[in-house]
């Protein structure tokens, strides 16, 4: 007898794996709904100003809503899920977040998928139920007879069996398909607007990126001025002292001397920290494993440090690996000084193309990037590699600091 599997089971399965997709858009569309409300009362309020605060939280919710679609419409059509970059709107004064949401094309394009999920997706989950019953009597009853008579036909001529997909449970792969085909197109970017909003991107990076190098200058010239200069300028007054008295007063001489050899050693040392800011020399001589094992072992907190693929031997190019040492040297300086936290966690996994640096601990939240808390420079750093940071800080904790970085390998 043969095992192929009876026409009414494969079109079980099938409809059983479409039917699970189309009824979680039922619920996705109740929430659509109820989007769709909330965001139509923001913009109504936005006109009155005292909706503009919530317009963009309304559109952080909305972008969460819609990339879980696209991630199960790409994960049900096959095809690779590419996380959507949005603009940040958790930062900035209020007028630039509305701005920010009234201008990114992602957010129309989302704004106008919620009605239509609204509708069509808990049609279609509803059609879903109803084709259930139906299905399972005419194709359990035609197919199973139908195929009877094909076995019968096969067995007198010697011929196989067509096979049969069934006539009404065969439709719910078909609806399941259109479903994630228009959320998909609806959600999805053409490509000149993907490249538009790619150079917007860019602008805004670099932007950002300028900023940012032009207050590392300012940094390293402050600390250049106020340390090293400074102590360099009092040793050479030292050195001019001694040699006036070189001749009178040998023993004064010598004394001044052993001062200008501290005030030298001190300055080494201020301008061995500035370098350090600039590029760590432990970077150098241990690799990222070996510094972020370093910035952990004195963070004055137990520290957890995981690595995945970064130990063995294949070195990350250099602007990567002091990106992500300043990013755990800057957040674990954060945790050290403002979250009250008893223990951090630091966890970096090399994955193809792209190093991901995950910063956590158990403290009490609330961190926020207009505060001077430097996760405003971790962000800018970041998107000047062409990466991304997500920053999660929600009062009474915990805080985790998420960081993609490109890395060509």
């Known amino acids: ?3 192929t599997p009876l026409p009414l089971t494969a079109a079980v399965r099938r409809s059983w794996h479409a039917s699970q997709y189309l009824l979680i858009g039922i619920p996705v569309a109740l929430l659509a709904y109820v989007g769709a409300f909330l965001v139509v009362a923001a913009m109504l309020l936005a006109v009155v100003i005292i909706g503009l605060p919530a317009l963009p939280e309304a559109a ?17 059509l096959g095809v ?22 009234l201008t990114d094309p992602t957010v129309r394009r989302e704004a106008v998928w919620l009605p239509v999920q609204a509708l069509i997706g808990n049609g279609l989950g509803y059609l879903t139920m109803v084709l259930w019953p139906v299905g399972m009597l005419v194709d359990g009853i035609a197919l199973s007879a139908v195929h009877l008579l094909d076995r019968c036909t096969a067995d007198e001529y010697g011929t196989p069996p067509p096979v049969r997909r ?6 719910h792969p078909v609806l399941a398909e259109l479903s994630a085909s228009w959320t998909r197109s609806l959600l999805t970017a053409s490509p000149s607007a993907e490249l538009t909003e790619r150079i917007e991107q860019l ?18 010239e402050r600390d250049l001025h106020d340390g090293a200069q400074a ?47 600039i590029h760590p020399p432990v970077l150098t001589d241990r690799g990222l494993a070996g510094a972020v094992r370093a910035l952990a072992a004195g963070a004055g907190i137990p520290v957890t440090v995981e690595l995945d693929g970064v130990e063995d031997g294949r070195r990350l190019p250099a602007a990567i690996e002091a990106a992500a040492y300043f990013v755990v040297a800057e957040a674990l300086t954060n945790i050290s000084k403002h979250s009250g936290a008893t223990a951090a966690r630091v966890r970096i996994d090399r994955a193809p193309g792209v190093l991901l640096v995950s910063i956590g601990d158990d403290g009490r939240g609330g961190a926020d990037e207009s505060a001077g808390s430097g996760l405003v420079g971790i962000r800018r750093r970041i998107a000047a590699l062409d990466g991304t940071t997500r920053i999660s800080s929600p009062i009474g904790g915990p805080t985790d600091i998420e960081v993609e970085l490109p890395c060509g390998s």
């Open 231 to 277: 102590r360099i300028v009092a040793l050479s007054m030292r050195v001019g002292l001694a040699k006036q008295l070189l001749d009178r007063d040998p023993a004064a001489a010598r004394q001044r001397l052993d001062e200008a050899q501290d005030g030298a050693d001190a300055a080494l040392a201020e301008l061995r920290h500035v370098v350090r800011g």
């Open 1 to 3: 007898m043969s095992s």
């Open 60 to 76: 952080q919710v909305l972008h969460r809503c819609a990339e879980f679609e696209r991630r199960r419409a790409a994960a049900y």
């Open 80 to 101: 690779p899920f590419r996380p959507t970059a949005y603009l940040p709107l958790d930062r900035g004064e209020l007028s630039e977040r509305v701005r920010r949401v």
């Open 166 to 171: 069934g006539w009404v449970l065969r439709w």
């Open 203 to 220: 602008t805004e990076s670099r932007a950002g990126a300028v900023e940012a190098h032009g207050a590392e200058l300012r940094r390293i």
